[in-house]
Each structure stands twice: as C-alpha cells, then as structure tokens.
Nanobody, 128 residues
Framework: QVQLVESGGGPVQAGGSLRLSCAAS????????MAWFRQVPGKEREGVAV????????YYSDSVQGRFTVSRDNAKNMVWLQMNRLKPEDSAVYYC?????????????????????WGQGTQVTVSS
C-alpha cells in the first residue's frame, strides 16, 4: 500500500516560485502515473499536472501550462512539482496522487479517477 506525503507549500508572492515534493513509501511508485491536484473551498478538485510511470510523458492543464513542471525519480520514490510565475489564482491545497491508469496524455489524466492513494495536501498561498 503506497502512502504519499507532500511538502514544500507555504506563502509566496505573485510571480514567485515554489517547489512541491511528494515522498512515497510502502510501495514503489514506478507502477503509477503520478499526478498533482489542487482544491479551493467550493470548487472541485482540479488536476494540474500528471507524469507517466517512466517519466517519459507529461500532461498539464491549460491554466498551468508553461509555468508548472512535474518530474519524478522512481529510484528515490519522489515526485516534484515546480511552480513558476505563480498567480493568486494558484492558491489552493495541493495534493499528490498515484494513479493506476494512463489515458494517453489527455484530459482524463487530470481527472480524480483511478487513484490508488492521495497525500494529505500542502497549502500554497500566493499573495498579490
């Protein structure tokens, strides 16, 4: 049973950068696509980035494309989300997720489906 723990969140000014980390334990993440979601009160959990099992493919939501980069190191059982040029609308609780299915680098990969495990989340607050 894979367990995920996020870290790296915190307050940041608009235009700044943060790097979130997701540490896995209990099972290798090599079998999973790894995704990052975010959620604010009153809204659905939104997928922002996903990376295929081997790290050869990535997919991003339109809102973060060009600003966020997801990466992984299966040997370290780690996943990261580099967030650049942050905007106030990026403020949310960010969650790491292990997904069992790769849909081919399309919208379904950013949906909260086929999730084996969720992290507890880390707060990102972007001030203007």
């Amino acid at each position: 049973q894979v367990q995920l723990v996020e870290s790296g969140g915190g307050p940041v000014q608009a235009g700044g950068s943060l790097r979130l980390s997701c540490a896995a334990s209990g099972y290798s993440i090599s079998s999973y696509s790894m995704a990052w979601f975010r959620q604010v009160p009153g809204k659905e959990r939104e997928g922002v980035a996903v990376i295929r099992y081997g790290g050869d493919k990535t997919y991003y939501s339109d809102s973060v494309q060009g600003r966020f980069t997801v990466s992984r190191d299966n040997a370290k059982n780690m996943v990261w989300l580099q967030m650049n040029r942050l905007k106030p609308e990026d403020s949310a609780v960010y969650y790491c997720a292990a997904k069992t299915t790769w849909y081919g680098g399309k919208w379904a990969d950013l949906r909260p489906v086929d999730v084996k495990a969720w992290g507890q989340g880390t707060q990102v607050t972007v001030s203007s």
